[in-house]
């Protein structure tokens, strides 16, 4: 495709960049996504599939529905990105674009943590929760862990979400007392992510709940029964639910775009690649904060950076002016079983270091992150 932009990717990031381009450009500037699936859903859907609450299928929708916004959807799966020429081979030959957005997201990798394919649950596949959610279904009595098994992963609460959201399922079935119900993580506070505050909070709902928690738990390998962490410590369990570190796609590593990491490196505020014309956003960058931390990998990050980068693409081409940076503000719903969801904001790029705010539990944020689920396939996909 020439004279037109070329996203790679057709999930939070790509889905926004084409949308908002589409409304500020108006029918006739050409734009292409491409996916090698066809079908959209929004990954929070996996957790109340979990948990029995819902079917991935009445969230999917076909990517085809694009075409009613005269956006072109190829399906084919990316082999080879030439970001200087802004080229990509696929398995159904090769694209171009003038304009190039890289949104490829970022895939669990439970094949990087001995024995957790055969022996456990990845909450970042979707037959895998399917899976899971047929044993979560039966069992009556016995033990159950969530482990965050890996680095990076998308969604810093999603894995907390899940323990809370069991809880609330085994309650509700009367077969809580039966359940012992376990959560660990390797990282050395519980969700980095949202502050001391944040982790003080979400260790006191855990207790609160009776869920035995751990942190610094490194897992060394899943065995018939049990999670085997570094130093030889094990964790018996009937059932075992797994975070996997993320990668992103394979693709990616040989764009040369990634400085040497996995992960595409960007300006933080512009999203801007190191090569003219060409943007990543989402899960597939890398954006640090300070010397350890990151930028989380979600959906509404995705989202916003989109939103910057059309408005870019947009104002280059009417020669408007540039719109202000994208600045590190992103907020995340936090669900805790029972009908209530915590919200919580953060200012990612603020000086002096991150600032995160837990807003507590409310049956008001779940309604808004159904809401926020309803509203993204309608505004992409189209309503039902
Ligand atoms: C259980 C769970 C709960 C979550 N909850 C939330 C939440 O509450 N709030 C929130 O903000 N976020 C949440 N997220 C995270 C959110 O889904 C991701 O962060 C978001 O999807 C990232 O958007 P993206 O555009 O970067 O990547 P994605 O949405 O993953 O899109 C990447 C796309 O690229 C395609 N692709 C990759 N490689 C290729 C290739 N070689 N060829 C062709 N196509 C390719 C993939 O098929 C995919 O469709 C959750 C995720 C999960 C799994």
Redesign the pocket.
Known sequence: MKNGTLI???????LTVATELRRLLGPDHPIAV????DR?Y???R??WVLVGEATLEAGERPRDRLAAKRIHFVQ????RIDAAARTVE?DRGRLSGDQLVI?????SRPDLVPGLHEHGFD??DPRSVRAAAARVAAIEAGRVCVVIAGLPY??P??PY??VLMLDAHFRARGIRDAIELRFTTLQPGLLPNAGPEGARWIGEVMTSRGIDWAVGREVERFEAGRVVFAGGDALAFDLAIATPPHRP???VKASGLTDGGDWIRVDRGTLETGVPGVWA????THIPLGEQAALP???????AE?LRVARAIAARLTGGAEPPPFDGR?E??LELGGGEAALIEGDFYREGGPAVRVVDRSPAHLEA?RR?EAERLERWLGAG
């Open positions: 790679l990717g057709g999930g939070f990031g790509g491409v996916d090698r699936r959209f929004v990954g929070l996996k957790l084919a799966d990316i082999q696929t949104a490829l997201g970022a895939e909450l970042y998308k969604c609460p999603a979400e899940a796609p394979a693709v956003v989402g899960d597939v990998k979600a959906g509404l990050i995705a989202e989109g992103g995340c719903f992150k926020f």
